[in-house]
């Protein structure tokens, strides 16, 4: 069975910090990696995708994907109390499905 | 705009009733796909459709049924059979294998 692990959190950054997101998989065969941020009773929205080795940046998110290691990041910087919500990590499964992990929840606190 | 649609936002099942949950897609996206959310569970995958006339049982199948005969539809039916129905129902689809879900805004099914 594939996997994505997340640490549930609460993550509780002040204001203006660098929030860091952590996730592992368990296929070493995965090749596309997602983020997705659902706001408390909404719906996931897709905030950054990442499918090589390295770092991948948009705005004040920040996307690291280590192949070797079987582990993808996501940071935050100047983080907002807008920015607390719930992030999903997802990852491409072997039927062409995305394998989501469960979540780790932002507390930004001003 | 593209984006797609899910319908209605709540909805209210007695024990015994088959309800049917409706997502639509104006996108042009050739997989759909059907969730189901829980309290701390996580995301898992009730069915997924890759193409018209075809779909795929994902992890937690049981209970439901759906359909694919257009590319544009991709109706969930959660079933007498499915005991515990009472969830958060998400539709997405994407441009294909390998590429992120656009989700709808979800629908809320309680049993009453």
């Known amino acids: 069975q594939k996997e994505v692990e997340q640490n549930s959190g609460p993550l509780s950054v002040p204001e203006g910090a660098i929030a860091s997101l952590n996730c592992t998989y368990s296929?070493?065969?995965?090749?596309?990696f997602f983020w997705y941020r659902q706001y408390s009773g909404k719906s996931p929205e897709l905030i950054m995708s990442i499918y090589s080795n390295g770092d991948k940046e948009d705005g004040r998110f920040t996307a690291q994907l280590n192949k070797a290691s079987q582990y993808v990041s996501l940071l935050i910087r100047d983080s907002q109390p807008s920015d607390s919500a719930t992030y999903l990590c997802?990852?491409?499964?072997?039927?062409?499905?995305?394998?989501f992990g469960k979540g780790t929840k932002l507390s930004v606190k001003p | 705009d593209g984006g797609i649609t899910q319908s209605p936002k709540y909805l209210f099942r007695k024990e015994g009733q088959n309800v049917t949950l409706s997502c639509e897609q104006n996108?042009?996206?050739?997989?759909m796909y059907w969730y189901r959310q829980d309290p701390g569970q996580g995301l898992r995958l009730i069915y997924y459709?890759?193409?018209?006339?075809?779909?795929q049982k994902g992890d937690i199948a049981e209970g439901y049924s759906v359909s694919r005969e257009k590319k544009e539809s991709f109706p969930l039916t959660v079933t007498s059979a499915q005991k515990n129905p009472t969830a958060f129902y998400l539709c997405?689809?994407?441009?294909?294998?390998?590429?992120?879900?656009?989700f709808g805004s979800g629908t809320r099914l309680t049993v009453v």
């Open positions: 459709s890759q193409i018209v006339n075809d779909f």
């Open positions: 997405a689809s994407s441009i294909g294998t390998g590429n992120g879900y656009t």
């Open positions: 996108l042009n996206h050739d997989a």
């Open positions: 296929d070493r065969g995965s090749q596309s």
């Open positions: 997802a990852v491409d499964g072997s039927q062409g499905n995305l394998i």
